[in-house]
Each structure stands twice: as structure tokens, then as C-alpha cells.
């Protein structure tokens, strides 16, 4: 019955920014901890940041320092701002939500089966 729709995904010119909005509705998110995910033609889908209820942040190696993740709980809304982007970050991004262990570490937030709830994409394509 959860539903994370997303927004502010485009076309991007390498070096650029782009602002990815995620919005949950038909229950509240309270205490839930939220990631990105992103896919590739071809290639799996792979971590990309997470942040707690608390807003503890996780980053992808690969995204750290150009990345950063947020959330404001009280709209129940999670964000992804991409600076310096390169070609390699063409990809479907998803937003997802998950009621992770109080004992879940950096490993576990990066498991996409660690998250219940998925949104339904938004396509980021960086050219040149």
C-alpha cells in the first residue's frame, strides 16, 4: 500500500547537476530508512546512497563527494542531489524505502533486498 513516486529525472550535460525527488504516500514512513538504487542497460541494479530515520548517510564509493542524500520526515520526502555528474551515472534511479535492523551497518543498507518498498524509476541520462 506504500507508494514512492519520483520526479527530476532528465537529460543532464556532463559536469552538471540534477535534484531527484522521492515522495512517499499511503502510509507513513516513520522510523523507516530510505536509499537510491540505480540501473544501467545491462548491468545490476547498485547502490548508490541511503540515509537513516536519523539522517545518518551512506555512499556508493563511486558517488561520494558528488552525491548527497537527504530527507525532510515531516513530508515524507527523500532527495538526491548529483553534482559533477559523468556519463558513467546514466542510469534508471530508484528510490526505495525499508525497515532495516536497529543493527543493520553499511552493508546492509547497501542490499537492495533490505528494502521493502520500491519506487517506479526515473531516467537520468548524462551526455558528453
Known amino acids: 500500500q506504500v507508494q514512492l513516486v519520483e520526479s527530476g529525472g532528465g537529460l543532464v550535460q556532463a559536469g552538471g547537476s540534477r535534484r531527484l525527488s522521492c515522495a512517499a504516500s499511503?502510509?507513513?514512513?516513520?522510523?523507516?530508512?530510505m536509499g537510491w538504487f540505480r540501473q544501467a542497460p545491462g548491468k545490476e541494479r547498485e547502490f548508490v546512497a541511503a540515509?537513516?530515520?536519523?539522517?545518518?548517510?551512506y555512499y556508493a564509493d563511486s558517488v561520494k563527494g558528488r552525491f548527497t542524500i537527504s530527507r525532510d520526515n515531516a513530508k515524507n520526502t527523500v532527495y538526491l542531489q548529483m553534482n559533477s555528474l559523468e556519463s558513467e551515472d546514466t542510469a534508471v534511479y530508484y528510490c526505495?524505502?525499508?525497515?532495516?535492523?536497529?543493527?543493520?551497518?553499511?552493508?546492509?543498507?547497501?542490499?537492495?533486498?533490505?528494502?521493502?518498498?520500491w519506487g517506479q524509476g526515473t531516467q537520468v541520462t548524462v551526455s558528453s
Open positions: 499511503g502510509r507513513t514512513f516513520n522510523g523507516y530508512a
Open positions: 540515509i537513516r530515520w536519523s539522517g545518518s548517510t
Open positions: 526505495a524505502a525499508g525497515s532495516l535492523s536497529p543493527f543493520a551497518g553499511t552493508v546492509d543498507y547497501e542490499r537492495a533486498s533490505q528494502y521493502n518498498y
